[in-house]
């Protein structure tokens, strides 16, 4: 029975038995580490591949071959990729992502405060719409067929069906220029007080809150309803309790695990696909930092920027898939 | 009452002005002394300047990347910083382009203009209360022309060969004479700090007429009034706050909810549904930057004069001013020459849409077969439109064009001064020699049509020496005339500056220098309560 390698998997094997739960956990993670360093690869080529680099993008029509050979020399372009990419990513793995070439301040300081900025109006934005879109699915599902369903998935349909800057330029237009009384623009800064900087940032907030709520709350909706027509809804029925009740405690947590995934995924974008929001309110997040640096072929803050991005989708998705693991015991055990 | 007077009149609004300067100009453009006391006492009285408040601009070109350090200055919006803190040594007149003192008192060239002597003024304080010395000067300009520097004013100053103190005066050797020294000085890099910027480029500490207060690069930038300013007759708001938005939607909504008082950069396509806003004025001014069409001289089938002609008088330039630059431009006239520039060349005929002189020309090239034109939105807002404009007018004249429209990544890098035939864009220069130097010497690096002429590079050089300002204009329209008629450059427009403002702002001056009043747009106005 006993072959001399069976010792060395059998330890292994052994504790994913024990604990399957953490064992999947430990393996995302594991994964989500290895999908990161890919990433990073990813990015540096792509940015090495670009066409264009920092030194004449940024003197532009005012560059001279001599401020251009200064610039490449000053910051080691001069020398191999492989060499570079090493360097970066070793200091990048202790959070030091360098300076900025265009602006030499110390990226991971720019970023702290942007980050900062970005989760701050995200997580304004989860705050408010997480729960409204669970809720209105829920509400919708209740009164399936009927006109609250109607009426909410006829909004949703169409919040979701407008692009983003729309919808911003729709607000601003109704509320900042013609009834003056939204504050625009949502630039924020630091020594702006916690008030001041909520009302800055009501406009963009909803803006976002519009754009995930439907897709959220259509996805609650239908996973709700698929649990629904389920044999045990059918028996909880015929116990005869309320609709409202069954929903809540019986259909709502087996459909937990899509209704996280979508949330997770919202989460994400909201982090990372706000770009366009950000310019369009003149709001100082990550996006916009990217945008300008992209411009000028900033490489260091472009990779910052990217590997933050990447890390927060990956870490986000991770999170969806180990919270539906535990909500849904089966997925522990992989068929 | 012509430009000249309005403008003086608005100098004596704007306090710049005293009666006796008024009254001696006023009557040099011709006005007789009682016209001209009668107008100083109304415009003086019309509107009187009114110091305070805080005024907000919304402005395009800010980035995350935005250096403070003034020889990294590149965008708009460090642009219009720079102006509020800092001074340079000298400064060019809104209205005629000419040098005018500002940290320099005055200024001597030698006879063959190769060294000038500047008197630097005295009793001048920095932002940190330090007296400005020759020191200063000396070390700011040294930073700026070191060959290692990555300073902006780099190729502006090449010609420098020496900058040393003598006493109070500054002492530049040229390696060759230069007229025009005491204009390449206005460059906005040129700011004066303390020890030229060596202890610390970054800290922002200047002569101008505001002291920044706070700066995020890219989102904002703050000001407070600089008491000890040795000038009265600009700063006349308390505090100014820079705002960077760079899109456009949202600069026309801040400026039309009154949230900032001005915006720069509006575009054509926008600006009549802007207009119709109540409290928004445009301010529309006369620049230098023009749009290109660029045609290698030296590349088949552009190497044919005959051919270069034909496509030039293909170009119907009334219709680009009026499409694409929704009227807010002049039309050009193939070279990069306007009437805002000093010494310009007056009295060259407009060169016109003519498909018949075109037919003719195309016919005598012997050329066949359909020209390949390469262009893209980033070359100029509305690029590609012009372009398919252009191959309609060229289309009457029996010219056949292809539009060939290119990713607007890269298009610097692989299409413009690469590629024999496309669209491109050129802000305007301080001085005509300049302009030249940088586009059209036959050893320029951005030489863009390939026109390599040695007998204009003589007259170019010739110019640039002389001191004789009517012999130095008749150089400059030889050489205009060599452009126009045998370079490789269709010219069809210069564009306007097209900014917009709340009807609170007052005292606007619209300056041929540069954008934005030439920078100095947050110092040079007031508001109206």
């Known amino acids: ?306 590997l933050i991005f990447a890390a927060v989708y990956i870490f986000l998705n991770m999170l969806a898939d180990i919270l539906a693991i535990i909500a849904n015991p089966r997925l522990r055990h992989p068929r | 009452m012509n430009d000249y007077t309005k403008y003086l009149a608005s100098r004596v609004t704007a306090g710049g002005l005293s009666r006796r300067e008024f009254l001696g100009r006023a009557m040099a453009a011709g006005l007789t002394l009682a016209v001209a006391d009668k107008l100083f006492t109304e415009s003086a009285r019309a509107a009187e300047p009114k110091r305070g408040g805080h005024l907000k601009l919304g402005l395009e070109g800010g980035a995350a990347t935005d250096s403070k350090d003034p020889a990294k200055f590149l965008s708009q919006f460090m642009f219009c910083v720079g102006r509020c803190w800092g001074d340079m040594l000298v400064e060019s007149d809104p209205l005629t382009g000419a040098a005018v003192p500002a940290l320099a008192e005055s200024w001597e060239p030698s006879k063959d203009a190769a060294t000038w002597t500047f008197k630097i003024r005295k009793g001048v304080k920095f932002h940190n209360g330090k007296e400005l010395t020759i020191d200063d000067v000396v070390a700011t300009l040294k930073r700026h022309t070191d060959k290692a520097s990555e300073s902006g004013a780099l190729g502006v100053l090449g010609s420098i060969k020496e900058i040393k103190a003598d006493g109070g005066n500054l002492v530049l050797t040229l390696s060759e004479g230069n007229a025009d020294m005491p204009l390449l000085l206005t460059d906005y890099h040129l700011v004066i700090q303390p020890n030229g910027g060596n202890d610390d480029p970054l800290a922002s500490i200047g002569t101008g007429p505001y002291k920044l207060t706070n700066f995020e690069a890219g989102v904002r930038a703050t000001f407070e009034k600089n008491k000890d300013d040795w000038r009265t007759d600009r700063g006349y708001v308390d505090s100014i706050e820079i705002i960077g938005m760079n899109d456009a939607t949202a600069r026309i909504a801040a400026l039309s909810s009154g949230q900032v008082h001005y915006i720069n950069r509006v575009d054509p396509k926008t600006v009549n549904l802007l207009k119709r806003a109540p409290n928004v004025e445009i301010l529309s001014t006369a620049g230098r930057g023009h749009y290109v069409f660029i045609m290698h001289c030296d590349k088949a089938p552009f190497d044919n004069n005959d051919l270069r002609l034909a496509l030039k008088y293909a170009m119907d330039r009334e219709t680009m001013v009026e499409k694409i630059l929704g009227g807010y431009g002049k039309v050009g006239n193939d070279f990069p020459i306007n009437s805002t520039y000093a010494l310009f060349p007056e009295g060259i005929e407009q060169r016109v849409y003519d498909p018949d002189k075109a037919a003719f020309h195309y016919k005598k090239s012997g050329h066949s077969g359909s020209v390949l034109l390469r262009t893209s939105e980033v070359a ?76 204009f590079d003589k007259l170019l050089l010739q110019a640039r020496s002389e001191l004789d300002e009517s012999k130095r204009k008749e150089l400059y329209r030889a050489m205009a005339m060599m452009v126009r008629d045998e370079g490789g450059v269709i010219l069809p427009m210069f564009n306007d500056f097209v900014n917009a403002s709340t009807k609170q702002v007052k005292g606007y001056v619209h300056d041929i220098g540069n954008d934005m009043s030439n920078g100095y747009v947050a110092t040079r106005v007031w508001l109206e309560a």
């Open chain 1, 1 to 306: 029975m006993s072959s001399p390698t069976s010792g060395n998997i059998l330890p292994g094997l052994r504790f994913r038995q024990r604990f399957p739960l953490l064992a999947l956990i430990l393996e995302r993670f594991v994964l989500s580490i290895i999908l990161l360093f890919a990433v990073s690869i990813l990015i540096f080529g792509g940015l090495e591949a670009l066409p264009g680099d920092f030194a004449t993008t940024y003197l532009g029509q005012s560059a001279t071959p001599q401020a251009v050979a200064n610039i490449r020399k000053d910051l080691g372009l001069d020398r191999p990729v492989t060499t570079r990419y090493i360097e970066w990513l070793g200091n990048a793995v202790q959070g030091d992502f360098g300076t900025s070439w265009a602006s030499k301040n110390s990226v991971s300081e720019q970023i702290g405060k942007r980050l900062g900025n970005s989760l701050f109006l995200a997580g304004f934005a989860a705050l408010i719409s997480v729960p409204l879109a669970v809720g209105l699915g829920m509400v919708s599902v209740h009164f399936r067929g009927r006109l609250p369903d109607k009426i909410i998935n006829i909004i949703s349909l169409a919040a979701i069906s407008l692009p983003e800057f729309f919808i911003g330029y729709l607000l601003i237009m109704f509320f900042a220029v013609k009834f003056g009384v939204a504050t625009f623009p949502a630039t924020v800064y630091e020594s702006m007080g916690f008030a001041d900087r909520l009302k800055a940032i009501a406009l963009p907030t909803a803006t976002l809150v519009l754009v995930v709520l439907a897709h959220m709350m259509r996805m609650t909706r239908a996973a709700i309803l698929s649990v629904m027509s389920s044999a045990y809804m059918e028996t909880a029925e015929l116990k005869g309790l309320s609709a409202f009740r069954s929903i809540v405690k019986h259909a709502a947590p087996n459909a937990l695990a899509p209704i996280i995934n979508v949330v997770a995924l919202n989460l994400a974008y909201l982090v990372v696909g706000v770009v366009v929001v950000e310019v369009v309110f003149v709001y100082p997040g990550m996006g916009q930092y990217m945008v300008d640096a992209v411009t000028v072929r900033d490489m260091p803050v472009v990779q910052a920027c990217g």
């Open chain 2, 380 to 455: 100029f807002p509305g690029g590609v439109d012009a372009a398919v404009l252009y191959q309609e007018s060229c289309k009457k004249a029996g010219i056949e064009i292809e539009v060939k429209r290119e990713p607007g990544d890269g298009y610097w890098t692989n299409v413009w001064n690469v590629q024999p035939f496309s669209t491109s864009y050129w802000g305007g220069r301080p001085t005509q020699d300049q302009m030249y130097s940088t586009a059209y010497l036959s050893t320029a690096d951005w030489n863009d049509t390939r026109f390599k002429r040695p007998d």
